[in-house]
């Protein structure tokens, strides 16, 4: 099967609505994203096999799964398959996200906000940002990466990415919260794969369930943060013990 692939910022697959490369974005450097080398998704589930091939001739030969075991386990990413090393890479140990064991009513009392948690995320998972970062470096060709919808986890690696590369914020807010329109249409779907949480007594989705949500406001806390701490998005990946030679080589992959 021959498919005519361009890279184009929304892939157009028939089984993923938020599959997007992180090329096109200006940059301070005065250059621009390359396209066809970060590509960004919710999990990569049931997918036909037109679709598989799509991203293989895209240039997909690394795929970078963020889930917990349970998730992997029950919905196995499509791209575990021959020609794309798949590699499991999960954010929260072996977990599934956030350790979520309680009820919906406990999660909801315990939520914060996502920029409170993305900041939580950033001080107690170095270690898996370092190990990213660094399969994101030693990818030859496409490196796709996904979590469950791939807003949150997948959100907040795009960010820090494209943050060290020199996109703006306000561009990195866009390509955060885009997701929640590009998912709209597969909440439902999604809702299977995320068990009981974003569900109501009767087992319907809660469309305005705050899981749901990519707010603005949460890439700018985060960046609020990484200023006040750290400064720089590169002082905070040296504080995830990358060097400064892998830096470099993340932007030298993004920018050329």
Known sequence: MEISVKYSKRLPLERMSNCRDLGGYP???????????????????????RDIEYLKQYGVTKSL????????????????????????????????AMGFEQSVDDILRRFSGWGRTYIGWLETYKSWVRDVVRELVSTDGVCHFNCNAGKDRTGVISALVLAVCGVDLNDIAFDYCISRAMLKPRFSQLAEQWDSYLKDENGKLIPDHPFLFTPRDAMYQLFAYICSQYKTVENYFYSCRLSVDEVKEIRKKLLG
């Open 27 to 49: 940059t301070k450097f005065g250059n621009v994203t390359r396209f066809g080398v970060f590509v960004r998704s919710e999990a990569p589930v049931f997918l036909p096999e």
């Open 65 to 96: 799964d963020f889930r917990g075991d349970s998730h992997t386990q029950k919905f196995p990413s499509s791209l575990d398959t021959e020609g794309i090393e798949y590699i499991h890479l999960p954010m929260f140990g072996r977990a599934d």
